[in-house]
């Protein structure tokens, strides 16, 4: 399962930079060199993780697979759930539920900053560092 979290980060991420479509033997590689948590793993055991990641993914409707590549199949979104806190990335394909503790209510992560422009944030106005102690 902690596989799957930092492979649909990866997933999010190539989204993000226009990347829907992943050639399959390309990404053990692609994981170890771009997350510390694999630097020092072996690539083949990578490659054996991966595979049942796919499966898992296809099956949830998450992305297709064809011979060589992976495709994301619908829009992956950055959600934070509200009652443990957990990050995770869910597909618009999958219902909307914290994959640790079920919670169906998550909100977007980061949460979007909503001040007003030209309305002064509490910051600004020093409210922010009253926390010396007196
Ligand atoms: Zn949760």
Known sequence: ???EWYFRDHLFRSMN??????EI????KTLVDTY??????NVDEISIL???AIENLVQRNVITQDDTNIKLKGKLTRKQ??????????SENEPLSCFRCSN???RDFPIKKTTKPGSKSEEDL???????PN
């Open 1 to 3: 399962m902690e596989f």
């Open 17 to 22: 930079k226009g990347l829907s479509r992943l």
């Open 25 to 28: 033997s390309t990404i053990p």
């Open 36 to 41: 510390l948590r694999f630097r020092n793993a």
């Open 50 to 52: 991966l595979h049942s």
């Open 81 to 90: 759930c509200g009652k443990c806190f957990y990050v995770c990335y869910v």
């Open 104 to 106: 169906v209510e998550l």
């Open 126 to 132: 020093g409210l922010g560092h009253s926390n010396k």
